[in-house]
């Protein structure tokens, strides 16, 4: 089956204890992105990568790093966690240039930060 | 700045009634326009497109609509029905930067 796997689903930690969120793709897609949802403000990207070793800064990319050492893997980290990101955060792919067939999204990563 | 925006968060809906989702966007270069369907602990998951050239697009019960001089775009469901009741984000695609942009999404509740 088609998909994007992220994990954990959920995660509780502390301010300051570095966390990784891991995503995983079958598609053999060239492009992946991270994006966070606040309500009222839809989804944001966070960073995004258009291939292997090639990343680049979406619209909100603070306090965040990402890597893409292999196709299928672009883990998200967050070194030094704060409570503003407390969010829900979710992975996507798509093949690169594929507008019209959008993303394929992965169930998504809530994270609390306290 | 959002370039893309729903300005209705919720929306209810009598089943076997029609939906009606609106967005606006800010860029005239957008390539193509997509729509997102959200349930609760689930990613979105793509529903429909329409690329900039065109106007209507359908797919069985969901049609999407793009008025270009607005600068708008309508996603209906006809007929509506209580499974349908979900987030639907609206976004949009710019093929100079591969990248997308989201709405804030509006939340659709279909009444049995």
């Known amino acids: 089956e088609a998909q994007v796997t992220q994990n954990p689903r959920y995660l509780i930690t502390v301010t300051g204890k570095k966390l990784t969120v891991t995503c995983s793709q079958n598609?053999?897609?060239?492009?992946m992105s991270w994006y966070r949802q606040d309500p009222g403000l839809g989804l944001r990207q966070i960073y995004y990568s258009m291939n292997v070793e090639v990343t680049d800064k979406g619209d909100v990319p603070e306090g965040y790093k990402v890597s893409r050492k292999e196709k299928r893997n672009f883990p998200l980290i967050l070194e030094s966690p704060s409570p503003n990101q407390t969010s829900l955060y979710f992975c996507?792919?798509?093949?690169?240039?594929?507008?019209?067939?959008?993303?394929?999204f992965g169930s998504g990563t809530r994270l609390t930060v306290v | 700045d959002q370039q893309v925006k729903q300005n209705s968060p919720s929306l209810s809906v009598q089943e076997g009634r029609i939906s009606i989702l609106n967005c606006d966007y800010t860029?005239?270069?957008?390539?193509?326009f997509l729509w997102y369907k959200k349930y609760p602990a689930e990613g979105p998951t793509f529903l429909i497109s329409?690329?900039?050239?065109?106007d209507k697009n359908e797919d069985g019960r969901f049609t999407v609509f793009l008025n270009k001089s607005a600068k708008h775009l309508s996603l209906h469901i006809v007929p509506s029905q209580p499974g349908d009741s979900a987030v639907y984000f609206c976004a949009a695609y710019d093929y100079n930067f591969n990248k997308f942009y989201f709405g804030s999404g509006t939340k659709l509740n279909v009444k049995p």
């Open positions: 996507a792919s798509s093949r690169t240039g594929t507008g019209g067939g959008g993303y394929t």
């Open positions: 329409i690329s900039s050239i065109k």
């Open positions: 598609m053999n897609h060239e492009y």
């Open positions: 860029n005239s270069m957008f390539d193509y």
